[in-house]
């Protein structure tokens, strides 16, 4: 197997892993009905002490090197992902997984991505990423159109969705300009310390956390496999098939977090999973979504940049 083949592999784990994380998330909070903090803070903060960790050199020289203002921007970039991770782990126990993944990270979160790289980062949108956009705009409606009225459902947890992938796709562009001057592995474990930190702190101040049991502990500590086996799987593929094609692939999640709710389903019937009202239409509409997103790859100067960061 050729190099290239073989980080590629490691790209779809990557998106794998992450639909079984929506998954698993999904069946913590409606099945073992653990607390959405917890849930959101715990495993996040553990996958970034993991990190931590293992590259405890880099993290240690990042954050002494990032003095005030830095920590600042740091600060307000963790504030961001908090918010958003909340968001999508209340989404999904709202709307299920699958149709969380498909409207959010699989598809709207790229949208947003573009939109605020014209913006902040000066990137102008070529005809390909113009036509992607409103693929994965249609990919979405597709996905929220309820069949039996023909007519867009969109509540709290549709919403909040959406309003993630911005959240996140705001932390992207921040990321992207600390990547510039720092290492990613070591920033992407401060991010999730931080982030997991907030989360918690937020839930502990206002007493909205319910303490589980010991089982529940334990499903916690194992959630934090995730966050952390996730990203170091997608930060294998950028220096190796770079960040074009690692997107487009990690793309698939959506489609993946569906498979994995039916997979779970067949072992597991009464497993608490909310698919979405129309499994074919949702997938339809995630792969329409899909195609927009390989159009926002097309722009041939992401391409040129991508091969001078290689």
Request: glycine content about 10%.
């Amino acid at each position: 197997m050729d190099t290239r083949t073989r980080y590629i592999i490691i790209v779809i784990f990557s998106a794998l892993i992450v639909a079984f994380q929506s998954v698993a998330v999904e069946g913590a909070l409606n099945t073992i009905e653990l607390s959405i903090f917890l849930v959101a803070a715990l495993p996040t903060l553990l996958g970034g002490l993991i990190l931590i960790g293992i590259v405890s050199g880099p993290t240690t020289h990042l954050a002494k090197g990032l003095r005030l203002r830095g920590w600042v921007y740091m600060i307000l970039l963790c504030l961001l992902i908090a918010l958003g991770v909340f968001l999508w782990f209340d989404s999904i126990g709202r709307i299920g997984a699958g149709k969380e993944a498909l409207i959010g990270g699989g598809s709207s979160e790229v949208l947003f991505v573009v939109i605020l790289s014209a913006f902040f980062l000066g990137e102008r949108l070529s005809r390909w990423e113009f036509l992607g956009i409103v693929l994965i705009l249609a990919g979405v409606i597709i996905v929220l159109i309820n069949t039996n009225s023909l007519s867009l459902t969109i509540g709290i947890g549709e919403a909040e969705a959406i309003v993630s992938s911005f959240l996140l796709a705001m932390g992207v562009i921040m990321v992207t300009k600390l990547l510039r001057i720092h290492a990613l592995t070591p920033l992407s474990a401060l991010e999730l310390f931080i982030s997991g930190m907030m989360i918690m702190i937020l839930g502990i101040a206002f007493n909205l956390i319910s303490w589980p049991s010991l089982f529940g502990w334990l499903v916690l500590v194992g959630l934090a496999f995730f966050p952390m086996a996730g990203l170091l799987t997608y930060n294998a593929g950028l220096p190796k098939i770079g960040a074009s094609i690692t997107s487009v692939l990690f793309a698939l999640c959506g489609i993946f977090t569906i498979c994995a709710q039916l997979i779970v389903l067949l072992f597991i019937p009464d497993a608490e999973l909310i698919l979405p009202q129309n499994v074919y239409l949702a997938v339809f509409g995630g792969l329409v979504a899909f195609v927009g997103v390989y159009m926002l790859k097309l722009n041939p100067s992401a391409k040129a940049a991508t091969r001078d960061t290689e």
